[in-house]
């Protein structure tokens, strides 16, 4: 039910900084978990960094943390990822996902969400 669609994506040199947004629309409950997932072909979808907006709290994962930032703009509905010092291991497509704060969950665990956008890509090279 939730609708989400990413931009932002695009190829820069090792070290450049890209903001990915996503922008969300049909939301049904109060709180939720928002998320962003990045995949290889051929690999896992792996979680990046997450947010429960009821109290604002962020999750990363230990690969990206100190350089990527989650963050969201409350009145327009915008998820954002800041990504500063890009090294060419992040490199992948880039998800945004959803999931309704019903329950608690691994906010990093892809199987947790069912609201996916399309993707962007991200290509990090020299």
């Known amino acids: 039910q939730v609708q989400l669609v990413e931009s932002g994506g695009g190829s820069v040199q090792p070290g450049g900084s890209l903001r990915l947004s996503c922008s969300a629309s049909?939301?049904?409950?109060?709180?939720?978990?928002m998320a962003w997932f990045r995949q290889v072909p051929g690999e896992e979808r792996e979680g990046v960094a997450a947010?429960?907006?009821?109290?604002?709290?962020?999750y990363y994962a230990d690969s990206v943390k100190g350089r990527f930032t989650i963050s969201r703009d409350n009145i327009k509905n915008i998820l954002y990822l800041q990504m500063n010092s890009l090294k060419p291991e992040d490199t992948a497509t880039y998800y945004c996902a959803a999931a309704p704060a019903l329950r608690s969950i691994q906010p990093l665990d892809a199987s947790e969400y069912n609201d996916w956008g399309q993707g962007t890509q991200v290509t990090v090279s020299s």
């Open positions: 947010v429960f907006t009821g109290v604002d709290s962020t």
């Open positions: 049909g939301f049904t409950y109060y709180n939720y978990f």
